[in-house]
């Protein structure tokens, strides 16, 4: 400076040389007063020490320079760093975290901490903390308008307090001021956070002790809060597109799964309808089902008889679930089996049983529903044209019921109608006062099918012409089953055989062989045997008196042939025993004196008859008959 002797500058330039050295050791501010302090103490003259004061000065704003550089620098690479994690930001609590941290390491904080909004409860709570402490601290939520952080929400603006417990600027409210209190905060400063002007969030700093924060401090937290910001839209928004991506897979699934159904379904309906157009039956729905829904089918009908069956099918449901799927009109599932009703309207006709599928989806279900309707079509079409065809065969049986018929034309329809003519066949005669004569007629149908034979409403019962040899076996089977198809009892009288082949005056009998019937019908009713079928064979000597061929012989030989074979083979008298034993009405004493033996030799003769006929020989009805095939064997050879 003005007045500097070479002196001077000597002392001087060790006072600057010292400066540049606490330039670069960063020393503290006070350290750079001491080499104008030195000068003074050696008696270095005022001008010299006056230089090396601004020199000092000059040094200090040099320091002060390069602090707010390596301030500016660290806050720079803080914001660098933030960027860098919204960039790969994989877990946005993490990401958070790091800017709350961030926040309290360059303010240089006690407490760093931001809070979000809960819309379900319509307050703000924290959704992290750094520095904090205290539990009830990090608990606290805010209502919107409350605390420093409320007015902050409200206005999207920064606010600053350097003692926020005397700070009248805001709403106070006892829980959140406790808990500030129980943290120890007395500076906070508050920003918010925006996506355009919608604030979602507030970021403070707050320290233990009173503090001004400078504009560039609010700048900083506002950057940092910016960031926070773009991290919680960015999460937010990728969490909409995961959701939407989500969505768009499901309906894409879904889509497609509809896809595949209507595939199946139209497979399913092309099959189902050629079956129907090419005159299929139900074995065939049930094999195209049971292929179609890969499991095994069977279908019942209205009386639980099994009409056809493919694949493997276990068991049967309850009658209790085919009930109520009849009720409701659609398929269910019960134990290991969905069952689908058979329905013709409201009249049930059978049923369909799905094995192996419990997972069965809803286009398979609706798949199984849709085969038990083409079903429902064929056993309708196979039930009218069951009843067309038994129209014309009971016209037929009708006409071979009138005497006087031609009986070569007769033998010709019947050839057409698939009779077998070479076979013999039997005639019944069916009543019932139970139930309608017509419902009696639909019953005897079972009875004929597959070209068995013919039956057909005639006179005050039904009237059916059967393939077969035995008129009693026929007619109580017929009894049987018609009754259990009627619900009540069915009387049934059996005539014949007779031949409908050549000659051709086979087909007159037919009429003979249904009045025989007809006589054994009323006389199973009169004997009070209602709902019992027998043929002439069955009714002992009435059958003798009712049967067309009236065959004594054979009434003779079924009543007592074991006693006349017994007595050719061993030269006994038991027919002789017998007839002395009735003539003296049943009496051993007088029965012994007429056969001249002792009476224990009459009964052991009659303990040999029981054996033979049966310990029932001597009832009222036996012995009446047995006395009568006494009388007829002497008249018979």
Request: charged fraction near 25%; glycine fraction near 12%; hydrophobic fraction near 45%.
């Amino acid at each position: 400076g003005p007045g500097m002797t070479g002196g001077d500058l000597t002392g001087g330039a060790r006072a600057l040389f010292r400066l540049l050295e606490l330039l670069a050791e960063e020393a503290s501010p006070e350290e750079f007063g001491r080499p104008a302090g030195a000068l003074r103490g050696d008696g270095a003259s005022p001008g010299e020490v006056a230089a090396v004061d601004a020199a000092a000065a000059l040094a200090l704003r040099v320091r002060g320079a390069l602090d707010q550089h390596r301030r500016r620098a660290a806050e720079l690479s803080a914001l660098f760093d933030t960027a860098g994690d919204l960039a790969a930001l994989r877990d946005l609590d993490a990401v958070l975290r790091a800017i709350v941290h961030r926040a309290r390491t360059l303010l240089g904080t006690d407490v760093a901490y931001l809070t979000v909004p809960d819309p379900a409860r319509g307050d703000t709570y924290m959704r992290v903390t750094d520095g904090s402490v205290s539990a009830l601290f990090q608990r606290v939520r805010l209502g919107l308008g409350e605390g420093l952080g409320g007015l902050v929400w409200q206005t999207a603006h920064p606010y600053a307090t350097p003692d926020y417990a005397h700070d009248a600027r805001f709403n106070h409210v006892g829980s959140i001021d406790r808990a500030v209190l129980d943290e120890g905060l007395v500076a906070i400063l508050g920003v918010p956070l925006q996506v355009g002007t919608e604030v979602i969030g507030v970021l403070f700093a707050a320290d233990r002790s009173t503090r001004d924060f400078s504009p560039e401090e609010v700048a900083l937290l506002c950057s940092l809060a910016a960031h926070a910001a773009i991290a919680i839209d960015g999460a937010q928004l990728l969490a909409e597109t995961r959701a939407t991506v989500v969505e768009l897979h499901a309906a894409n699934t879904t889509i497609k799964a509809h896809s595949a159904a209507m595939q199946r379904a139209e497979e399913a309906h092309d099959r189902l309808t050629d079956i129907v157009v090419r005159g299929g039956d139900v074995r065939d729905v049930a094999r195209a089902v049971a292929d179609l829904l890969a499991g095994g089918i069977v279908c019942l009908d209205v009386d639980g008889t099994e009409l056809a069956r493919a694949g493997e099918v276990e068991g049967l449901p309850e009658a209790s679930v085919l009930a109520e799927s009849r009720r409701l009109g659609r398929a269910l599932f019960a134990g290991d089996l969905w069952v689908c009703a058979v329905l013709a309207g409201t009249e049930p006709l059978g049923c369909l049983i799905l094995g192996g599928r419990p997972d069965l989806g809803d286009a398979d279900r609706r798949l199984f529903e849709r085969s038990a309707v083409v079903t429902s079509l064929l056993l309708l079409l196979r039930r009218s044209v069951a009843e067309a065809e038994n129209r014309i065969r009971g016209e037929l049986l009708s006409d071979l019921l009138r005497p006087g018929g031609d009986p070569e034309h007769l033998a010709v329809r019947a050839r057409r109608l698939g009779l077998d003519l070479d076979r013999p066949h039997v005639v019944l005669a069916a009543h019932t006062g139970a139930v309608p004569r017509g419902r009696l007629a639909s019953a005897a149908v079972p009875l004929v099918f597959g070209g068995r034979g013919l039956s057909a409403e005639h006179e005050d019962g039904v009237a059916v012409l059967l393939a077969a040899e035995d008129p009693s076996a026929a007619a109580r089977c017929a009894a049987a089953e018609l009754g259990a198809a009627v619900g009540g009892p069915v009387t049934v009288g059996g005539g014949g055989p007779v031949a409908l082949g050549p000659p051709a005056s086979g087909a007159g009998g037919v009429a003979g062989a249904y009045a025989e019937a007809l006589r054994c019908r009323d006389g199973l009713r009169a004997l009070g045997r209602a709902g019992d079928g027998a043929g002439p064979a069955d009714l002992g000597f009435l059958g003798v008196l009712l049967g067309e061929r009236r065959d004594a012989r054979g009434f003779v030989r079924a009543t007592i042939g074991p006693l006349i074979d017994y007595d050719a083979e061993r030269g006994t008298e038991l027919v002789a025993t017998l007839e002395a034993y009735f003539a003296a009405g049943a009496s051993l004493t007088r029965a012994k004196a007429g056969l001249h033996v002792h009476v224990n030799t009459v009964t052991q003769r009659l303990e040999r008859v029981a054996k033979l006929l049966g310990d029932d020989w001597n009832t009222p009805d036996r012995a009446l008959e047995i006395q009568l095939a006494l009388r007829l064997s002497h008249l018979v050879p």
